[in-house]
């Protein structure tokens, strides 16, 4: 059922201590009708759909241009990967520290008032997820020290990548907190604000499986993981239908349909089908071709898609809009079939199929990668031909890399997830990306994102540091877990 909410701009009023000459100037000085602190259940909606809506946008304008789904036509010096450079998107850092400071608030109200205790388990996981999504795209980041402003520490340092997985209070220590604190939880008080489960405490502990599972396979090369995921997969307590996905229901009209659908034509007309992403689906003879684009010239017959390569120089390049494929009207005007995706059944399918086909798991690989595929093109609204799974995409068929196979049909659903597909290149080097056609990385694919220029000048010190350790904070310096 979709889920309409009208979104208020929120007050959040922190408590600053001031000096007086006088005893009862506080009280004096003091707006009865003022908030001085936000409900938990008004700031979780806030948190959970401010972040989807804004990453889902900085996953069509920018996430997908480093993966390759999509290609600019102007304004693309991000697309030639002057990530430094951020023009319509390309720059989720503000987006991250502002819901991941709310989140906190989340935390620490269930902590201090009993009544809001039931807020605590969801309010961990989702700090698990945004977290693991900010250290994924730019690697060591300030985390332990962030948002203790009110302690002193107004300059934060960056914590290594490995200790933001691994160390008490990280990402894999918080979903199990988490987990603990959902089922811990006796009280009858229920969950407010929930835009994702409408409340279902047990939906929010398959969710945290499913991101322990993601996170898991993400540092496997680093970590032995195995029976961690073993464990995760014999329970079978996570994600595992389009039922149960972790995802927020854009509307077709405003306030919450999908941005690209009230920008301006010219804004949205900037994107087109990526060379790789129609490579790919053409080789496949893939039909979700037909709901993620459309036909060259917005051609009637639905079957003449052309993309283009990323990274053009613009200065000097003639395009023609009529000769690529424009993003699907999913983007634009039936935004009420799309969703801001935060873990699904296929995702974690896929993963747990890349675990078994590497032996990390015992599962069977082929059936977790069908089911996946199966749930994938139910995901994007597409009828899986009969014969997908037996010709075109059949398991290990053909010579093909079953490894391979699998992270590019994640690859193929991540569209506007974030920077999902660009992550998964970087951790297995699927789909094979191409060198971009003007690049301003020597042709490389960049491997991280840069930190803001304000980071130099708010946390000077310590941004120094982070600096260093990534070559003057160099796109090319892998990130702990891909190196």
Same mark, same amino acid.
């Given at each position: 059922m979709k889920i309409i909410i009208i979104f208020t701009i929120l007050s959040i009023v922190f408590a600053i201590g001031i000096s007086s000459c006088t005893n009862d100037f506080e009280e004096i000085n003091t707006n009865p009708n003022a908030p001085v602190s936000v409900q938990p259940g008004l700031l979780l909606r806030q948190v959970i759909y401010n972040y989807?809506?804004?990453?889902?946008?900085?996953?069509?304008?920018?996430?997908?241009?480093?993966?390759q789904h999509m290609t600019a036509l102007d304004f693309n010096l991000f697309d030639r990967h002057a990530l430094k450079s951020p023009q319509l998107g390309g720059n989720p850092w503000p987006i991250f520290y502002r819901n991941l400071r709310d989140n906190q608030i989340i935390i620490n109200q269930s902590r201090a008032t009993p009544a809001f205790a039931v807020y605590e388990g969801p309010a961990l996981i989702f700090k698990a997820y945004m977290t693991a999504g900010l250290t994924d795209i730019f690697g060591d980041v300030p985390y332990s020290e962030a948002f203790r402003g009110l302690e002193g520490i107004v300059e934060p340092a960056y914590d290594l990548q490995e200790d933001i997985y691994l160390q008490p209070g990280g990402i894999l220590d918080n979903l199990d907190q988490g987990i603990a604190a959902i089922e811990?939880? %006796?009280? &009858?008080?229920a969950l407010q604000g929930d835009v994702l489960f409408q409340g279902d405490l047990d939906a929010w502990v398959r969710f945290a499986n499913s991101l322990k599972i993601k996170a898991l396979m993400r540092i496997s090369a680093k970590e032995n993981v195995s029976a961690r995921l073993q464990a995760l997969y014999d329970h079978q307590n996570y994600i595992s239908?389009?039922?149960?996905?972790?995802?927020?229901?854009?509307?077709d009209s405003e306030p919450n349909n999908f941005r690209m659908a009230r920008l301006r034509a010219g804004d949205f007309n900037n994107f087109v089908m990526s060379e790789t992403m129609e490579e790919?689906?053409?080789a496949l003879n893939d039909q979700r071709i037909e709901v993620l684009f459309r036909a060259r010239g917005n051609n009637a017959n639905g079957e003449d898609f052309n993309g283009l390569i990323n990274?053009?120089?613009?200065? %000097?390049? &003639?395009v023609t809009l009529a000769d690529y494929s424009l993003a699907g009207t999913i983007f634009r005007e039936n935004t009420?079939?799309?969703?801001a995706n935060y873990m699904t059944a296929w995702e974690t399918n896929f993963i747990l199929a890349e675990a078994a086909e590497k032996g990390l798991i015992t599962a069977p690989a082929q059936t977790l990668y069908e089911t996946g595929v199966t749930q994938a093109y139910e995901y994007w609204n597409t009828p899986l031909p009969a014969n997908y799974l037996t010709t075109d995409a059949a398991y290990a068929a053909n010579a093909n890399d079953p490894i391979e196979q699998i992270i590019t049909q994640k690859w193929i659903a991540s569209v506007i997830n974030g920077y999902e597909g660009w992550i998964e290149y970087r951790r297995t080097g699927f789909p094979a990306l191409k060198t971009v056609s003007a690049?301003?990385?020597n042709d490389l694919i960049p491997v991280r994102m840069p930190y803001p220029a304000e980071e130099a000048s708010l946390n000077a010190d310590n941004y120094n540091v982070a600096a260093a350790a990534t070559n003057d904070n160099d796109i090319n310096v892998p990130v702990w877990w891909d190196e």
């Open positions: 989807g809506e804004e990453m889902s946008y900085e996953g069509f304008v920018a996430g997908s241009l480093l993966s811990n939880y %006796s009280s &009858s008080i239908s389009n039922s149960q996905n972790a995802v927020f229901h854009f509307s790919v689906l053409e990274g053009i120089d613009a200065s %000097s390049t &003639s009420g079939i799309l969703d690049s301003f990385n």
